[in-house]
C-alpha cells in the first residue's frame, strides 16, 4: 500500500540549475497538489491539479512548473533553481467526488523531498 | 479569507497524562473540514483526525479526540494517555469550498514534547 511517493528523498542543486521532483500516488485519487514547507511559513500551496489534463496556481507558483497526463503522476519542475526554493517539498492528494475535491477529504501527503540550492 | 491560529508554540506532558493542543479557526464558508496532522523528527506529515463543520459529535480516533465548538470557532486536538512516541510538532488545519483551490490552510502547529 504505497499511497504517495515522492523522489528523490534529498537533492543539492546549484543556482540556475532545473530539476523535477516526481510524485505518483496509487490511491486513484483526482486531486493532487505540491506545498512547500519553511520555517515560520508553514505550509503554502504551490501549484495543484483537478483532473488529469487540468492544472492551475496556487499561493506561490513562481519558479515551478506542472504537468498531469495521467491520474497518478503530478511532476513538479524547477525551471532555473534559486537559493529562496531552498524547502522541504510536500506532494499530497485527495479523494474528489463527482470531480470535485471534497472538503472532508483529508490530504494524503508523500515523504517529502528537502531541497538545497547553493 | 481562511485562518488557521495555533497559540502554543510547544507543550510539554508527562507520559500517560492527557494532553490538549488548542487551534482556533476563521473562516465565513458554512462548509468546512478542519483535520490534525502530526509531523515527526523524521518529517512526514501523518493525518490524524477529521470534523465536518456539520458534525454533531466530536470525532474520535483512538486516543486522539477532536474538542469541536463551533460557536467559537475552535477544534482543539486532545491526546489521552501520551506515549513518548508522541513527540512531534502537530498541525491544525481547515479546507473548504470557498476558493477554487481546495487547498489546506494550516496553522503554525505546536511541538509536543512528551517527558518520560
Known amino acids: 500500500n504505497a499511497g504517495v511517493t515522492q523522489t528523490p528523498k534529498f537533492q543539492v542543486l546549484k543556482t540556475g540549475q532545473s530539476m523535477t521532483l516526481q510524485c505518483a500516488q496509487d490511491?486513484?485519487?483526482?486531486?493532487m497538489s505540491w506545498y512547500r514547507q519553511d520555517p515560520g511559513m508553514g505550509l503554502r500551496l504551490i501549484h495543484y491539479s483537478v483532473g488529469a489534463g487540468i492544472t492551475d496556481q496556487g499561493e506561490v507558483p513562481n519558479g515551478y512548473n506542472v504537468s498531469r497526463s495521467t491520474t497518478e503522476d503530478f511532476p513538479l519542475r524547477l525551471l532555473s533553481a534559486a537559493p529562496s526554493q531552498t524547502s522541504v517539498y510536500f506532494c499530497a492528494s485527495s479523494y474528489s467526488r463527482l470531480g470535485s475535491p471534497s472538503y472532508n477529504s483529508p490530504l494524503h501527503f508523500g515523504n517529502g523531498t528537502r531541497l538545497t540550492v547553493t | 479569507a481562511q485562518k488557521i491560529t495555533q497559540t502554543q508554540p510547544g507543550m510539554f506532558v508527562q507520559e500517560k497524562e492527557a494532553v490538549t493542543l488548542d487551534c482556533t479557526y476563521d473562516t465565513s464558508d458554512p462548509s468546512y473540514g478542519l483535520f490534525w496532522y502530526k509531523q515527526p523528527s523524521s518529517g512526514e506529515m501523518i493525518f490524524l483526525i477529521y470534523?465536518?463543520?456539520?458534525?454533531?459529535q466530536n470525532a474520535t480516533e483512538g486516543r486522539y479526540s477532536l474538542n469541536f465548538q463551533k460557536a467559537r470557532k475552535s477544534a482543539n486536538l486532545v491526546i489521552s494517555a501520551s506515549q513518548l512516541g508522541d513527540s512531534a510538532m502537530y498541525f491544525c488545519a481547515m479546507r473548504s469550498t470557498r476558493g477554487s483551490n481546495y487547498k489546506l490552510t494550516f496553522g503554525k502547529g505546536t511541538l509536543l514534547t512528551v517527558n518520560p
Open positions: 490511491m486513484n485519487h483526482e486531486y
Open positions: 470534523q465536518g463543520s456539520y458534525d454533531q
